[in-house]
């Protein structure tokens, strides 16, 4: 989906995926294999990682928009085409190729990335494609979304963030149903249970989402980060604690107290760490 209103341009094209930017700081990574509903292969998921990495280090970009080419798909998850048994395989041709889920590391790179991450959601998002719909902080749906998981249905499922974060959003009862039933939800249905932030008219979904960024561009990016940190420090147990206690790093280390023990150091002398109060 995109919107002639919203000026976007080439940060760099992948082979599976575009990354995109507005001037003010919005990144755009989109999945590009309309063809197969914006399935990902391991290629698609290195790229995205990519180009997450590249967000996050790019201090002129303070939100990131994941999304699928055209407005049939956000994504259908992993490409069966490349299932092997041991998982996805980079080289589905190779005899004895050796799979594995590089899905894995790139829903823990959306957990852990300091920046608001928001889905922008149109036509399907199923399967792995509705987990990484579940990870992102925000989902703006259009009004032609379907969601679901499909995993029981063709020999898998995702019992990590695709079971955790679903429960925390709908409740235990309704996780079980969307994983027990396998059925599609409604753009509707999905924003009633909580598993969306709000539906558009198809037509309107960059916009909004556009809005949306911009409207958290307005707000401190500190306090943003630290937020996201505190929702996840109790989901993601300790590496959430981690993340979190790490963050609190990088505000101490600007302080007086933690630069007299660098400079203390360097200095080959005894910290001086009495000038600084005992906090009640
Ligand atoms: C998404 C659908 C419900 C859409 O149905 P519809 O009838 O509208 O469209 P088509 O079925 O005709 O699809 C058009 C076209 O796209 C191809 N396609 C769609 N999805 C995929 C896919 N995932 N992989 C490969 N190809 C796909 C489809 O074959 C058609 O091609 P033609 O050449 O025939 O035109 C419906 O398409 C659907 O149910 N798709 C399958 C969804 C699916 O099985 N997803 C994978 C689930 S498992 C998963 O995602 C997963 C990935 C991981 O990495 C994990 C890691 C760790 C744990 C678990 C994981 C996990 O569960």
Redesign the pocket.
């Known amino acids: 989906m995109t919107d002639a209103a919203v000026e976007w341009s080439t940060v760099r094209r992948y082979d599976d995926v575009d990354y995109s930017r507005t001037d003010d700081g919005i990144a755009k990574i989109t999945i590009c294999r309309p ?3 914006n ?1 990902f292969r391991p290629q698609t998921l290195m790229e995205i990682s990519d180009a997450l990495t590249h967000a996050r280090e790019d201090p002129t970009i303070g939100v990131i928009v994941l999304t699928g080419e055209g407005d049939k ?1 956000f994504c ?6 490349v299932r092997g048994d041991t998982g ?1 395989l980079t080289e589905p041709d190779t005899p004895g190729a050796v799979g594995r ?1 590089h ?2 590391d790139l829903q823990v790179q959306i957990r852990r990335l300091p920046k608001p991450v928001v889905a922008m959601v149109a036509g ?1 998002a ?4 509705h987990v990484l719909q579940i990870v992102c902080d925000l989902t703006i749906a259009a009004d032609n979304a379907r969601l679901g998981q ?2 029981p249905r ?1 020999g ?3 019992g990590g963030f695709g079971a955790g974060l679903l429960a925390n959003m709908v409740g235990q009862r309704k996780a079980k149903e969307i994983w027990f039933l396998c059925r599609q939800y409604t753009a509707a249905q999905a924003l009633d249970m909580g598993l969306v932030n709000t539906v558009v008219p198809l037509a309107d979904l960059e916009r909004e989402t556009v809005a949306w960024c911009r409207e958290m561009l307005e707000l401190s990016p500190m306090a943003l980060r630290l937020m996201k940190a505190s929702f996840h420090a109790a989901e993601d147990g300790l590496a959430g604690i981690q993340q979190l206690a790490h963050d609190t790093n990088l505000l101490f280390y600007a302080s007086d107290e933690a630069k007299e023990g660098r400079e203390a150091f360097k200095a080959k002398r005894s910290p001086e760490f009495d000038r600084f109060p005992r906090r009640a």
Do not use: L, N
């Not at 259908?76 to 085409?81: A, C, I």
């Not at 199923?126 to 494609?129: K, L, P, S």
């Open positions: 063809e197969v509903h399935a798909a259908s998850g992993g490409d069966q085409r996805y889920f899905v894995t399907y199923i399967g792995g494609g499909v995993g063709v898998s499922f995702d």
